[in-house]
């Protein structure tokens, strides 16, 4: 096979008390864009640290063929050297350094120990330029975006002169029109001569993009597909995933929707650095009991921001606005306030404000919840065993003990761990923020049939995704946000990617 650029072969990575790569095997040829698809917890994050040395040879059992040459890989550095660049779904950019900064930081153009920033900064512009993104040089990475940081990142690997690029969930973090940008410059790289193996759970972009496909499940490779030979469907990628098929993707709820339970009016936030930028104007939304309501919206619609700033004032300045909670007006003056008072909130940032991640998962289990777990200030830790291993079961995290730490499990998993924490405090009120992103689609099902029981329970469920069909897919009801205002109302026979998108639209026009 001449055309094959990677070969991984018999990969058997162990972890204590858990085998997380089970003789596992990748070819890659060197003109496609290859996925690497499966559950949280599949390994497939796993295999491509081994790939790129962040766990260095020794640790693991296998080879690794690159270029037709056999490597060992005893650090990232000597990955890198040989044109193997992984950009990692949490991106590895300092907010306060500039984009040219991040782009040769460690890589530094610099002559007798002195950096050439001319040199710099004009490397950076034709870098940035073969990716699409005409940004100054000189911009802050905290300035911009999410999905431009991602094209930051690519670029920063092609000043490297990469050979095989790695993308760990690149689409997770972006709305649908980044998204498809994103796919665009993969699949112009590899017209370039570069390769990309992909790792997504987004299985319709996968479909879009991908020549091969390699499921893994458990640990293990259960099998490639490849285009035009083989059937690369949804369905069939799913059916490789999970073992089984899945037919329905939203788990049936029959609603029992109650009164109005929770509510803002004329709600208003400030931006907390620029107090003169208003970011939530004058937004008013009700759910009721036993109802779950999506927020749709595109990126930098204020989705988030309004939810924080509900949730104890963990958002923003100068807050205004009318919250009744059971008819009752209320104000949440801080986070624990909000809890106290049976307000739950999920972030879509798990690593960074969502774990403890140097702590088990027991410990971040239970966090929130500990005065139902102690007397006179001392914690009942065998009810604390015993509360982590209940939700360890019921939400099925895939983990060898409790006793993990938060930070060495997938995302799929942490993100159980996150709404577990909620769940235990049993909240009236629970605002979920990206529920599923970066989940597995056999994941999602469990966690939909979750929010279903909380709505069955006669919980208040307020649901914010970029996934327009997962809104769509178990909301009763949708409100539709648009540069910090609710722009749109939608009923469940209402809603529909059309009639979302046009409120969007409309509401551009007439702004």
């Known amino acids: 096979m001449d055309n094959v ?11 204590p008390g858990v085998v997380a790569l089970d003789h596992v095997n990748l070819v890659v040829k060197d003109n496609e864009i290859h996925a690497l698809v499966g559950e949280n917890g599949a390994g497939k994050s796993t295999l491509m640290n081994v790939l790129s040395g962040v766990y260095p040879h020794g640790t693991y059992t296998g080879s690794i063929v690159f270029q037709g040459e056999e490597c060992e890989f005893h650090n990232i550095k000597d990955s890198e050297r040989k044109g193997i660049a992984i950009i990692h779904q949490e991106l590895a950019l300092v907010p306060y350094l500039s984009i040219a900064e991040n782009m040769f930081l460690g890589n530094e153009r610099a002559r007798g120990g002195v950096i050439n920033w001319q040199e710099t900064r004009a490397r950076t512009s034709e870098l940035l330029a073969r ?7 000189d911009t802050l990475i905290k300035d911009i975006g999410v999905g431009k940081q991602q094209l930051v990142e690519i670029a920063k690997a092609l000043a490297k002169e990469v050979k095989l690029l790695i993308l760990d969930e690149p689409t997770a973090a972006l709305n649908e029109a980044e998204s498809a940008h994103l796919l665009d410059i993969i699949r112009e790289l590899k017209r370039r001569g570069v390769p990309c193996i992909i790792i997504s759970h987004k299985l319709n972009e996968v479909e879009q993009v991908a020549d091969s496909i390699t499921i893994l499940r458990d640990g293990a490779t259960i099998e490639t597909l490849v285009k035009d030979v083989d059937e690369m469907s949804e369905d069939r990628i799913i059916k490789g995933m999970v ?11 029959e609603s029992e929707i109650g009164d109005v339970y929770f509510s803002v009016e004329n709600w208003c936030a400030f931006d907390p650095i620029d107090e003169d930028k208003q970011v939530i104007k004058n937004v008013s939304l009700h759910v009721r009991k036993g109802e779950v ?5 595109l990126m930098g619609a204020g989705r988030t921001e309004l939810a924080m700033s509900m949730f104890g004032k963990a958002y923003g300045r100068k807050i205004t606005g009318t919250m009744k909670k059971d008819g009752k007006p209320v104000e949440f003056k801080t986070i624990q306030h909000a809890i106290r008072h049976g307000v739950a909130y999920l972030t879509e940032d798990r690593k960074t404000a969502g774990l403890i ?5 027991r410990e971040n289990i239970s966090m929130a919840s500990l005065g139902k777990l102690s007397k006179r200030f001392v914690i009942n830790r065998n009810r604390e065993i015993q509360v982590a291993e209940e939700y360890r079961a019921k939400l099925n995290i895939k983990t060898p003990s409790i006793s993990q730490l938060a930070g060495n499990l997938s995302g799929g998993n942490q993100q159980k761990v996150c709404l577990s924490r909620w769940i235990f405090a049993d909240p009236d009120v629970l605002i979920l923020d990206e529920p599923t992103r970066g989940i597995d689609v056999g994941a999602k099902y469990e966690i939909y ?31 539709v946000m648009n540069q910090g205002r609710i722009v749109g109302e939608l009923s469940k026979q209402e809603a529909s990617q059309e009639s979302v998108m046009r409120c969007i639209m409309q509401s551009s026009r007439e702004g």
């Open 293 to 297: 309501v999506g927020i749709a919206g």
């Open 5 to 15: 650029i990677l070969e991984m072969i018999d990969i058997t990575k162990e972890f």
């Open 243 to 253: 073992g089984r098929e899945i037919k329905d993707r939203w788990p049936a709820r």
């Open 357 to 361: 991640l140097i702590n088990d998962i």
């Open 449 to 479: 049939t979750i929010i279903n029981k909380l709505a069955a329970a006669g919980k208040a469920v307020i649901i914010i995704s970029s996934e327009l069909p997962e809104v769509l897919g178990i909301s009763d009801r949708v409100y």
């Open 131 to 137: 990716v699409g993104l005409h940004e100054n040089p």
